[in-house]
């Protein structure tokens, strides 16, 4: 006899308010969350205009601290950590000894020798577990703070304001981070997003998620302040290009690859090194592109991509567009046919659709300061 297997989902602290608020639930990396609230199109455009918050409590939160932890970082990740000091906030990304990519990450140092790494709710045993195997020759403390860790991101052209609402603090500048008293709240808030637009990712204890959403969402009223969920955080990012794992970086795909060789230094020493450095001095054979539908199609993740009956690669992230009104997306696709205004066409449903290669991204930062 063969017994059914049920998977238990895992809830972030604000489960119960999303269904409340009558979101659309999904299963996500083994996350129940919403998808959306009323529709990704309203959601989206809420963010460009005025102003969204997002549940991401799901995301994973460590902190590596000890003597040598700024050596033991330098080791694991691609970007240079000198060019940071406390207070301050990098994007990065941990690779493989094969120069493929462990997971995309964000930095915080918090002082001189303590450190906060987040990464994608879906690698963080994972990441935590590679990150501990490398660990023997420093003298680092490494723990998992992801369950404690409370996490939303208030992001568009009115968070500011919506957020000064709650705090007498000075807010930071982009890719700055300070701690703060949240009505009561002890809150790192950090001028960083996933959205292109300006506003903050908030970290706090996860037994205050409820009190934190509460409280923005009821300041944020009359600036229009709406809850978004995961398709329009989809849509954001991919307007922005902005990566998601699994899907433009991954265990099969290079940060060269991906375009994100900006963020690799290869001046100093880690792991993949040796890799990353001949990627970025004699290319690599496929590179990431953007794309717009010139047909009436919509592209989505793993689609093949031709030129004339030649397959040249596939479809990464694929959506129509809310902002531009129209279909789009990026794929990974053979160098030599990645120029910017090479005709393509992408296999949807047995048919064949006509796109064209465009300049990344589709949509520039918005935000200031």
């Not at 299963?27 to 959601?43: G, K, R």
């Not at 009223?221 to 989809?234: H, Y």
């Not at 900006?262 to 496929?286: C, H, M, R």
């Amino acid at each position: 006899m063969f017994g059914i297997i049920i998977i238990s989902l895992k809830k972030t602290p604000l489960a119960h308010v999303h269904e409340q608020l009558g979101a659309k639930m999904v299963a996500f990396n083994s996350w129940h969350l919403p998808v959306y609230y009323t529709n990704v199109m309203d959601e989206h455009t809420a963010t460009r205009e005025k102003a969204g918050l997002f549940d991401v409590c799901h995301m994973g939160e460590f902190i590596i601290q000890g003597p040598d932890s700024i050596s033991f970082l330098q080791k694991l990740i691609v970007s240079n950590l000198n060019k940071i000091y406390p207070g301050q906030a990098m994007y990065s990304l941990m690779c493989y000894e094969n120069g493929t990519t462990v997971d995309d990450i964000f930095v915080y140092q918090l002082k001189e020798n303590e450190f906060m790494l987040v990464v994608n709710a879906g690698n963080i045993d994972k990441d935590f577990n590679w990150i501990k195997s490398h660990a023997d020759k420093f003298n680092v403390e490494i723990s998992n703070i992801s369950e404690k860790t409370g996490k939303l991101d208030l992001q568009g052209p009115l968070a500011e304001k919506i957020l000064k609402k709650l705090t007498t603090a000075e807010l930071p500048k982009r890719f700055h981070f300070i701690e703060a008293d949240i009505i009561g709240i002890k809150t790192l808030v950090s001028r960083t997003g996933y959205t292109a637009e300006d506003g903050f990712e908030l970290y706090f204890s996860s037994k205050e998620a409820e009190k934190m959403w509460n409280s923005l969402m009821e300041v944020g009223n009359d600036q229009g302040l709406k809850p978004i969920g995961l398709g329009a955080r989809d849509t954001l990012r991919i307007e922005a290009c902005y990566p998601l794992y699994s899907h433009e970086i991954s265990e099969k795909i290079t940060p060269i690859e991906s375009g994100l060789d900006w963020a690799v230094n290869p001046e100093k020493d880690f792991i993949s090194k040796s890799i990353l450095e001949k990627q970025i001095k004699y290319g690599t054979e496929k590179i990431l592109v953007a794309f717009e539908m010139i047909d009436r199609g919509i592209p989505r993740a793993n689609y093949e991509v031709f030129v004339h009956d030649k397959n040249i690669g596939y479809v990464t992230s694929g959506t129509f567009s809310p902002t531009f009104r129209k279909p789009l997306g990026m794929a990974l696709i053979k160098k030599e046919h990645s120029q910017i205004g090479n005709k393509i066409t992408i296999k949807i449903r047995d048919k064949f659709y006509n796109a064209v290669i465009v300049k990344k991204p589709f949509y520039k930062y918005k935000g200031g300061k």
